[in-house]
């Protein structure tokens, strides 16, 4: 991959490049990949510093034409260790509001530090390689937009207006009055980075246009809630009058994952074309995800939380987690990056390499998995185009390093760990034991909530990818929860027990340990056929291959439901009155054998 620069394009022909200010040509010595990215790396980071410079001169030069004293260095931590605002920023940026009666969108735009020059609300992110670069990608045009304009999307009138004031005065949810300090952390981080606007209640009462949502907290695995959590903005309250509400689904991008099927499919196509390859796997992560996209100016106004104790507003430049278009919009961006790295082969990085296999990557929403087979140096150069790749598309702080992992024959991907060497996929014990703690404690309550529902299903999803055969179940507890009350608990149906208790049975039993990948991946050709049938009074499965088969008898308890109608439909089917399972006995009596 050749990332073009201001200084110059490192590739050897003009094929790919529509721009003239590319100069080309071959350098002189030749730089190792890995160099090569890093050096990318340090040059795009040297020329984000300098733009996020200019930044600061916009905003002070803004401050100093009305007469306000530009901000000074507040510390994020007071004496007591807690974290604070940037009060000096909110001051600044509020008296600018009060003297020069600005919008919403021109406080924005000062801000970032958007010019008619330079309009790109998020200074890291740069359109111009990206044009030749993403040349076949469906979704370039739509990228390029966003990262000029910011994203843009267009909202339905509200259903129920809020009057203006009362919105202001919004109070937060439970979550984020507990884990205050982590809340104020991450609106710190935000104003230093520029991803949050902090002005005063008084300020943004000025403001129509704006809305306020409540803002949760939810801690983060590995870290501690008192200092850090991850902000979710509540964006489905109030019901009816929220900014999902308001969302046009008709206006966002479309949004597909790859099931992750696809991991299992790769490793044994490897397998399948050469038995005695060693596949290994690797795993990438983006830095904040979806806080490296900003929103249109008119956009952001429906990203505002509330912060009472400070009498401060906070509106969010970038996309929040909580908005029902921040997956899709960030899956133009995720599908860049893919798209780069399936596009590279060694021969496409290193001039002279007769390797010409594409690089395989599977993303799911911020994460990247590479599987290759470890021959040459195919596994450092997958990794160099997909750190390529980030920087290209999200600029040089989207690299997430902790989160890279070693090139491995064993490794947790999306939750699951995968064994190319025994060619297995399991789900992992921890995440068992805490699918059943959900599910038991769902089954012993009189009343379940939503939550506990969205719980159950976040646990159930790996045994789905693991037994083809519990989707349907796990489909019936989907629209359970898509119907339950936010706010109210309901007692679980008989039949939703059932379908609960069939999960419980296939943790504890089910052997979700070394799945073969060919039976994880797709059905295989079956060795043996199997023909089963009930009728009312029993089950009865034929073995023709071996002439023999198996007849069960329902008890006299099972009997009397089934002719009360006692079993929902979803239960035991819609053949179960309808087949009678003697046939097989009496056309073959004589020739088949009864299965003991």
């Keep these: 991959m050749q990332l073009a620069t201001a200084r110059g394009c490192p590739s050897a022909s003009a094929d790919r490049c529509t721009h003239s200010f590319l100069g080309h ?5 030749k730089l190792d990949p890995v160099v090569k990215a890093h050096f990318i790396q340090g040059q795009l980071l040297r020329s984000l510093e300098a733009a996020e410079t200019s930044v600061r001169a916009v905003r002070t030069a803004a401050f100093l034409a009305v007469g306000v004293q530009p901000p000074a260095s507040s510390p994020p931590v007071d004496p007591q260790d807690d974290y604070q605002l940037d009060v000096e920023a909110q001051r600044a940026l509020s008296e600018l509001v009060r003297r020069s009666d600005l919008s919403l969108a021109d406080t924005i735009r000062v801000w970032r530090g958007q010019t008619a020059t330079d309009p790109r609300p998020n200074k890291a992110l740069c359109p111009d390689p990206l044009e030749w670069l993403l040349v076949g990608y469906e979704q370039q045009s739509l990228a390029l937009k966003s990262i000029r304009t910011g994203i843009q999307h267009c909202f339905h009138p509200h259903g129920a207006v809020i009057p203006h004031g009362q919105d202001i005065e919004r109070s937060n949810h439970k979550s984020a009055v507990v884990l205050a300090n982590s809340l104020l952390h991450s609106i710190r981080d935000g104003q230093d980075l520029g991803t949050y606007m902090v002005v005063d209640k008084d300020v943004a009462a000025r403001w129509p246009a704006i809305r306020i949502s409540r803002f949760g907290c939810v801690p983060k695995a590995d870290a501690d809630p008192r200092t850090e959590a991850r902000v979710i903005h509540d964006l489905s309250f109030p019901r009816g009058a929220s900014v999902n509400d308001a969302s046009n689904q008709a206006d966002l991008p479309p949004l597909s994952y790859e099931h992750v099927a696809a991991l299992a499919r790769r490793i044994e196509s490897i397998k399948v074309r050469n038995p005695h390859a060693t596949v290994k796997i690797k795993r990438g992560d983006v830095k904040a995800a979806f806080r490296n996209l900003f929103g249109h100016v008119d956009v952001c106004a429906k990203f505002a939380g509330s912060l009472p104790r400070q009498g401060a507003v906070v509106v969010d430049l970038a996309l929040p987690f909580g908005w029902t278009g921040s997956p899709a919009h ?25 390797d010409r296999e594409r690089f395989y990557c599977y993303t799911w929403v911020d994460d990247h998995v590479l599987v290759e087979q470890d021959h040459d140096d195919r596994l450092e150069l997958c990794e160099v185009a997909l750190r390529l790749a980030m920087l290209a598309v999200l600029g040089p702080r989207s690299i997430n390093e902790p989160k890279f992992t070693h090139w491995s024959t064993q490794s947790r991907a999306l939750g699951l760990d995968w064994d190319t060497t025994t060619r297995t996929v399991s789900m992992p014990p921890d995440k068992i034991a805490k699918a059943l703690l959900r599910i038991r404690e769902l089954l012993q309550s009189p009343g379940v909530s939503r939550t506990s529902l969205s719980q159950v299903l976040g646990s159930l999803r790996h045994v789905c990818s693991c037994i083809r055969s519990a989707r349907p179940f796990f489909q019936r507890i989907a629209a359970l929860y898509r119907r339950s009350p936010r706010w109210s608990r309901r007692p679980l149906s008989a039949g939703a027990k059932l379908d609960v208790l069939w999960f419980e049975h296939i943790l504890v039993h089910g052997q979700l340990q070394g799945v073969p990948l060919r039976y994880f991946g797709a059905l295989p050709e079956p060795d043996v056929h199997i023909y089963m049938d009930a009728s009312d009074s029993g089950l009865c499965a034929l073995h023709p291959a071996s002439q023999a088969f198996l007849r069960v008898q329902f008890d006299e308890e099972e009997r009397a439901l089934i002719a009360r109608n006692a079993f929902s439909p979803s239960t035991y089917g819609s053949n179960f009155p309808q087949y009678s399972q003697s046939c097989a006995g009496d056309t073959h009596g004589s020739q088949w054998s009864r299965i003991r």
């Design 330 to 354: 960030y899956g133009v961006f995720g599908g860049a990056i893919t798209f780069l790295v399936r596009r590279e082969s060694p021969a496409t990085l290193v001039p002279g390499s007769s």
């Design 25 to 29: 040509f071959v350098p002189t010595t």
